[in-house]
């Protein structure tokens, strides 16, 4: 699949996570199954990556709604199911290897469909905060938008992040609290596509 894009290369595989980490290969990003030969959870997988500075893109079948929803509520970049075109997980690949969110209908649903998750209680202005930022403004832009001061957007952000962190459900990076804005319905989830 990667063949034709030389800026892509392969630069390790193994069969679990602490198998990759030994590997002592520099890596930009991690493609990750689901289902790993240690039988672990993807939960647990994302975390140990994720504590290595290292950000991961599921390529998966798809087959299992619930491990799906556990790596998204990990922190992964993206949900990609295997069946996509060639293209599709290429330019998947690429963009989750710049640090970019790849939004998918796995991803979308997972979050969807999610009973779990855990009111954490915003204020109206910190949801303003919350939905502004994680859209992607910048802290001074949502500052300007709101009429708050730039130091305050930085603490309600900051206070933010303490309340998911409160009911487990971290939000350390500006992905995160995308994430979090999309499971509690500050931000749309990203449209289904329905010709799949």
Known sequence: MLSGHPNLTIAASAPTVPDLLGSGQQLDLVILDLRLADGSSPKSNVEQLRDAGLEALVFTSAEDPYLV???????????????????????????????EQV????????????????????????????????????????????????????????RIRAKYAEAGRPARTKTDLYKRAVEDGWLPVPKRDNHG
């Not at 929803?69 to 690429?94: F, N, Q, W, Y």
């Not at 649903?109 to 779990?116: E, K, L, Q, R, V």
């Not at 915003?122 to 500052?143: F, N, T």
Request: cysteine-free.
């Open 69 to 99: 929803r556990l790596a998204a509520k990990a922190g992964v970049l993206g949900v990609l199911r295997k069946s996509e075109p060639t293209a599709t997980v290429i330019a998947a690949i690429d963009a989750a290897a710049n640090g």
């Open 103 to 158: 939004v998918t209908t796995e991803w979308a649903a997972a979050i969807d469909g999610d009973p779990g998750l855990h009111d954490v209680g915003l204020s109206p202005r910190q949801r303003d905060v919350l939905a502004l930022y994680a859209s992607g403004e910048k802290a001074a832009r949502v500052a300007s938008l709101t009429g708050l001061a730039p130091h305050t957007v930085n603490d309600y952000l900051a």
